[in-house]
């Protein structure tokens, strides 16, 4: 499904250079529940930029259902992006301006999806983490949890194999925060492949493989303690 | 995302910053409004004055001759031979103007007087009011018989019936046999203030032998080019000089009016056209910090699939729609404006259906150009670093 083959990214600051990935090979595969830990600058961040199509690794090959991302072109990312990726952020990133089924709808606009059926699917996103009753509300106006809730169905609306959640709980407290872990792990049970981003240890113990990385390199790949249940 | 989707989304945000939008389509809205009104004001000024020449008849042709001396010399029955020899042309009068005095309650008032043949009414539109024009018989026998414009009419004989009374021009009296029809609003030194007498009744009056002014009319309004042609040509057979004479139609007056006005309203709409411009500019400025401010929009969007073309396709929209509401404002204050100092100028307004569409379309390419650039710099922001932006 993901497959990362010596992925380096490498930052040049005149003389100096930082090594943000160096030397990354990991597999996941389909279906599989994976958390990426490590401390603030380690790489786990570009490592989830990279898996996201969002950044281009310096050198090295990456594979996305068996297609080799690298090589691609911005347009051909964006479609990537829109039909295989949903990403959850930490700071939910909802647009002000639309309400919450506008904001579910954007994938499937850029899409190409005419208006009803659009509608239709972004309507049943937001029916499964919960929040259809508040379609027309502006995000300004729910919780920090309920942003995070709608920003998964944004995620989930496309149905895209693979959703990859940034410290999806850590601008929420901690109860909030169990509730939207829980539904990432509902998500994978239902098939979808998870790779989630945390510096906290009790949230990656919660996935099926624990992959750490330090100063860029992968220092340890063990399988979690949901797994090991 | 389409286009409709993206205008939607750019009325939302002119809506939620009303302030900034106004002051950004501010520029547009000035210099629509000033194409409008400028191009009206002349296009009105213009229409003025073309109204004016052609109710004097388009198939006009006015010959005036100033001679050379000797032996060299037109008379009015040459002409009248010509227009018989001529199918393109339909009739001429001499045209002698004196200035005259006309006595009224033993008071002596200053009048134009014209003499002329009896065809002149019929050449230059006068209608008559009341009685009937010069005849053949009155000009061929020199009677003293005039027509008397509205004006004359009013302010001699005060209401009562001029056809048939006396007025004295110069000490000559004149039977009135005609009152012509109101031309200019019946007002004092305009055509309305006229006496018109038998052109052979005028030539003594003045003691000038030689008829130096002719008025023709054409037969065909298509036809004036060689009518006029017809003209020079018998009068380059006497005088073997242009120098001599000179022959003018209303439609050539009105067609250099057409190329005056042209150069003017152009001159006019470029300097407009410099407002216009300093508004694409502004907005251009607004659409800069907007992309500015938008960066981490822009990176949610990337995200989640938009591509280069989505975005640079969602930022022109909005400044073409930002630079269209102002084009539309524009429009509204221009009409309004041109109404309002057309009727402060006491003209007619006429507005060009053409010159509103041209401004409309000129705003509207202004936004979609200076809101290119701004719109290219956020479709090529890498995502990452615009998702990064705070």
């Known amino acids: 499904m993901i497959e990362l083959r010596d992925i380096y990214k490498i ?196 996935a099926k493989r624990i992959i750490r990385i330090q100063d860029g390199k992968i220092i340890s790949d063990m399988p979690g303690r949901r797994n090991a249940l | 995302m389409n286009m409709k989707q993206s205008f939607i989304l750019a009325l939302k945000s002119l809506k939620t910053s009303k302030m900034r939008s106004f002051l950004t389509m501010l520029g547009i809205i000035i210099g629509v409004a000033s194409v409008i009104i400028l191009t009206s004001m002349v296009d009105s000024m213009k229409q003025l004055m073309v109204d004016k020449f052609e109710s004097m008849g388009t198939n006009l042709i006015t010959v005036s001759i100033s001679g050379r001396g000797g032996n060299r010399r037109v008379e009015p029955e040459d002409m009248l031979k010509l227009v018989e020899e001529k199918d393109t042309l339909q009739a001429v009068s001499p045209n002698i103007t004196i200035p005259a005095y006309i006595k009224n309650n ?50 001699v004989f005060q209401g009562t019936n001029p056809i048939g009374q006396i007025i004295k021009l110069n000490g000559n009296s004149f039977t009135v046999v005609g009152v012509a029809e109101e031309k200019a609003g019946g007002t004092q030194g305009s055509q309305d203030d006229r006496v018109y007498l038998p052109y052979t009744v005028a030539r003594t009056l003045t003691f000038i032998s ?88 822009i990176g949610v969007r990337k995200s989640l699939g938009a591509t280069p073309w989505n975005i640079l396709s969602q930022f022109v929209v909005e400044a073409a729609t930002t630079s269209g509401c102002g084009g539309v404002l524009g429009i509204v204050l221009g009409i309004g404006g041109a109404y309002a100092l057309c009727s402060l100028m006491d003209m007619p307004t006429v507005i060009t259906l053409g010159s509103i569409i041209i401004a409309f379309s000129v705003s509207a390419v202004i936004g979609i150009a200076f809101g290119y650039f701004p719109a290219r710099k956020a479709a090529r922001l890498n995502p990452i670093d615009a998702l990064r932006h705070d």
Request: charged share 20%; with cysteine.
């Open chain 1, 11 to 206: 930052y040049s600051d005149g003389d100096s250079e930082i090594r943000a990935l160096d030397g990354v090979t990991m597999t996941v595969e389909q279906g599989e529940f994976v958390a990426i830990v490590g401390q603030s600058g380690s790489g786990k961040s570009t490592c989830m930029n990279i898996i996201g199509c969002l950044d281009i690794p310096t050198s090295g090959s990456y594979h996305l259902n068996g297609i080799d991302v690298s090589t691609m072109n911005e347009i051909e990312l964006s479609h990537i992006r829109n039909q295989t990726l949903g990403f959850i952020f930490q700071q939910y990133n909802l647009l002000p301006k639309l309400n919450l089924l506008e904001n579910v709808e954007l994938p499937l606009i850029y899409r190409g999806l005419s208006p009803k059926e659009r509608e239709e699917k972004a309507k049943i996103a937001l029916e499964r983490v919960g929040l259809l009753d508040r379609a027309k509300k502006m995000p300004s106006q729910l919780s920090g949890g309920q942003q995070q809730r709608v920003s998964i169905a944004r995620a989930l609306a496309g149905e895209p194999p693979v959703i990859l959640a940034d410290e999806p709980t850590g601008a929420l407290d901690s109860k909030t925060g169990r509730d939207v872990l829980d539904f990432i792990k509902k998500l994978n049970d239902e098939g979808t492949t998870i790779v989630l981003i945390t510096h906290d240890m009790s949230i990656a113990e919660e």
């Open chain 2, 106 to 155: 033993n008071e002596n008032q200053s009048v134009n007087c014209i003499g002329t043949s009896e065809t002149y009414h019929e050449i230059n539109n006068i209608g008559i009011e009341s009685g009937r024009y010069l005849s053949y018989m009155d000009v061929e026998r020199r009677q003293k018989n005039c027509v008397i414009g509205s004006y004359v009419a009013k302010n």
């Open chain 2, 210 to 297: 030689r008829v130096s002014n002719y008025t023709f009319s054409a037969a065909d309004k298509n036809e004036l080019e060689q009518a006029i042609a017809d003209i020079e040509n018998a009068l380059f057979k006497v005088y073997q000089s242009e120098d001599f004479y000179n022959v003018i139609s209303v439609s050539a007056i009105v067609d250099t009016l057409d190329e005056l006005t042209g150069t003017l309203t152009l001159i006019l709409v470029g300097i407009a056209g410099i407002s216009l411009l300093v508004g694409g500019i502004g907005i251009m400025n607004i659409m800069l910090v907007s992309v500015t401010e938008r960066t981490r929009e």
